[in-house]
């Protein structure tokens, strides 16, 4: 079992920053594909970005591409999310997701899930 616990989410101007945080505990973390997900309002949770064990790649939606960074400390069990020139439809529930993957080579799904972080970008 792995545990996630995110921080970071507040409340930020359109074309501010906020960087996520995800602290995980239990086994071999450092193995895992890990990333971040979100959900808006009425909408389904949907894929934001993902990064493979090593660092050495990343992969995001299109629609936060050149916008978020996902990057990850293996040394101390943590996953970030530098979210840039923030948009009010990027106004959603953050979560953060291990052991990541893609069964139907489209569709990211992941297998343990933090309890989510509120990000509202509004003035």
């Known amino acids: 079992q792995v545990q996630l616990v995110e921080s970071g989410g507040g409340l930020v101007q359109p074309g501010g920053s906020l960087r996520l945080s995800c602290a995980a505990s239990g086994r071999a973390f450092s193995n895992y594909r890990v990333g971040w997900f979100r959900q808006a309002p009425g909408k389904e949770r949907e894929f934001v970005a993902a990064?493979?064990?090593?660092?050495?790649?990343?992969m995001y939606a299109d629609s936060v591409k050149g916008r978020f960074t996902v990057s990850r400390d293996n040394a101390k069990n943590t996953v970030y999310l530098q979210m840039n020139s923030l948009k009010p439809e990027d106004t959603a529930v953050y979560y953060c997701?291990?052991?990541?993957?893609?069964?139907?080579?489209?569709?990211?799904?992941?297998?343990?899930w933090g309890q989510g972080t509120q990000v509202t970008v509004s003035s």
């Open positions: 990064i493979i064990w090593s660092a050495a790649s990343t």
């Open positions: 997701a291990a052991n990541m993957r893609r069964p139907d080579g489209t569709t990211w799904v992941g297998e343990f």
